[in-house]
């Protein structure tokens, strides 16, 4: 492992690399790198599947199922790493220029997307995020520093240098557009937030309080950041619902647990707790720890733990609790949709309702980055819902891009004016 010094000096290198290759991309040759990484995917999974066999090995008791099986890849989940990326290559570039018009005095003025540059980001280990965000910085024209989880550093090293340099070169780009914190040390997140002058936007993702800590350190050093640090989807279960198609939103919202989206936070309505034995049947079948509201458990029973953490708490940023999920009892639309604005990190709220007025009172009032009726919150999610695989999931309350960001939202905007050199003020 690299003194911090000598550390430091990699990422910089790494960055300075990507800084200089920034200004070689273009829409037709990254469209060329994307094709030629798919096939490149399929042509070293062997490698691939060797460095994470290697990877999960290592963490043998020392990581949680949840993330083991976030960093684990087969032959499908490779193949659907190349098939994603394929995807992604035929997607339509960025349009650049938003609008344009011209002043009384015959100024010429057009507002354009421009690239930001060079790109860090932070992610959890999970190797196929390396080549998701890569693939993501390259569409958007801008180059970038990728930082993983140490659980995969030897997978995501194989993905960046047999996979994504390999295909650069190939296109007639620079292979050092994409960059990696080559160390396993945390200090390397640290560091790639603190180099504003390489790196002026990090996206982080993660788990709470060490993304809240990375992005507080990169507003210090003037870095700005597009942050997933929490997740947790919320079920209302309205007066109205139909009770089957409530608990098949449940069931279906429940079929991974170490993912962001998945239901977190069921809350009951008060005239609509005949569905909570159903509830219970099927977060008992999931192998779920059930923690509830003093509310919920006198209506619940026996099943229900006393809830020990705030009511919005993101099981799925628990690593030793992940397997939990929280049950409460509200009394009304208003106060499901004030507990998911106020108590939750934003993330997704979902109504299973037939009474429409109560729908759109509720998908109006919720402020969440994605708001749901009669389907469940796993959507949320840049490929599902947008066709491009995400960065991550931007749940900050400020403009910008927010929920999952893709390609499309990594852009500057910027005035592009032309006079004929009559015009004054």
Known sequence: MPATHDLRALVEAEALAARRAAAALTDAAVEAVLIEAAALVRARSGAILRANAADVAATQGRLDAGMVDRLRLDAGR??????????????????????AWTLDNGLRVSERR??????????????????????????????????????????????????????LERAGLPPGAIGLVRSDD???????????????????????ETTAALARLAAEHGVRTLAHAEGGGVLYIH??????????????????????????????????????????????????????????????????????RPLGHDWTSDPDRVSTVTLDIVGSLDEA??????????LAAAIVTSDEAAAHRFLD????????????????????????????INVDWTPGPRGPVT?????????????????HR
């Open 78 to 99: 490779v193949e659907a790493m190349a098939l994603q990326v394929a995807a992604t290559a035929m997607l339509p570039p960025l349009d650049r220029e938003a609008a």
């Open 114 to 167: 421009i690239p930001i540059g060079v790109i860090g980001a932070n992610f959890e280990a999970r190797p196929n995020v390396a080549l998701d965000v890569a693939a993501q910085l390259l569409k958007s024209l801008n180059a970038g520093v990728l930082r993983t989880g140490g659980a995969a550093l030897r997978t995501v090293t194989v993905i960046v240098d047999e996979v994504v340099r390999p295909a």
């Open 186 to 208: 945390r200090e390397g997140a640290r560091i790639l937030v603190s180099l504003p002058k390489l790196v002026r936007l990090v996206v982080l993702r993660g788990s709470g």
């Open 239 to 308: 007066a109205g619902a139909d009770p089957a198609m409530a608990l098949a939103l449940a069931d279906n919202s429940l079929d991974r647990l170490g993912v962001c989206n998945r239901l977190n936070l069921a809350l009951v309505d008060a005239a609509r707790t005949d569905v909570i034995p159903g509830l219970l049947e099927i977060f008992r079948r999931r192998n779920l720890d059930v923690r509830g509201t003093e509310r919920a458990r006198a209506l619940a029973g026996v099943g229900v733990a006393p809830l020990d």
């Open 337 to 346: 949709v004030e507990i998911a604005n106020d108590e939750t990190s934003g």
């Open 365 to 392: 009032a919720y402020r969440g980055t994605a708001a749901y009726w009669q389907a469940p919150t796993r959507f949320t999610d840049g490929f599902a819902l947008t066709g491009a695989p995400e960065t991550g």
């Open 407 to 423: 390609y499309r939202d990594l852009w500057l905007r910027q005035y592009r004016i032309i006079g004929d050199g009559s015009q």
